[in-house]
């Protein structure tokens, strides 16, 4: 009697490690990251991560306060690094702005409602 459902067969095998120190899986490292957060109200944060080590955060953000006529500031944060946050909701005057100075439009990843 022979039995194939009984043989021990390994579907991973030939793949190797699928978590492979060379390798991060599911970062979003080369994305730059817009988001919106709900303050009090009708407030919204704007919040900006992920800019190239090559554009000054604090020179983008003079630009922007003074673009978009709002208030803002940079935080450290441990996983994200130097994030930029303004106030109310300027996502897409912020890709306009970014896609404007020729950073790529698909590197740029807008979230929120």
Same mark, same amino acid.
């Given at each position: ?83 930029? %946050?303004?106030?109310?909701? %300027? ?23």
């Amino acid at each position: 009697m022979n039995v194939q459902n009984l043989v021990a067969f390994d579907p991973f095998a030939d793949e190797g490690d699928p978590l492979d120190a060379n390798r991060e899986v599911g970062t979003q490292q080369n994305y730059i990251h817009i988001r919106i957060q709900q303050r009090n109200g009708r407030k919204t944060l704007t919040t900006l991560q992920g800019l190239p080590k090559e554009y000054d955060a604090k020179k983008l953000l003079k630009a922007f306060k003074k673009e978009f006529a709002c208030n803002g500031t940079i935080v450290d944060d441990e996983e994200a690094g130097e994030v930029i %946050q303004l106030q109310g909701d %300027q996502r897409q005057k912020i890709q306009l702005f970014l896609t404007n100075e020729g950073i790529a439009k698909n590197t740029i990843k807008v979230h929120g409602f």
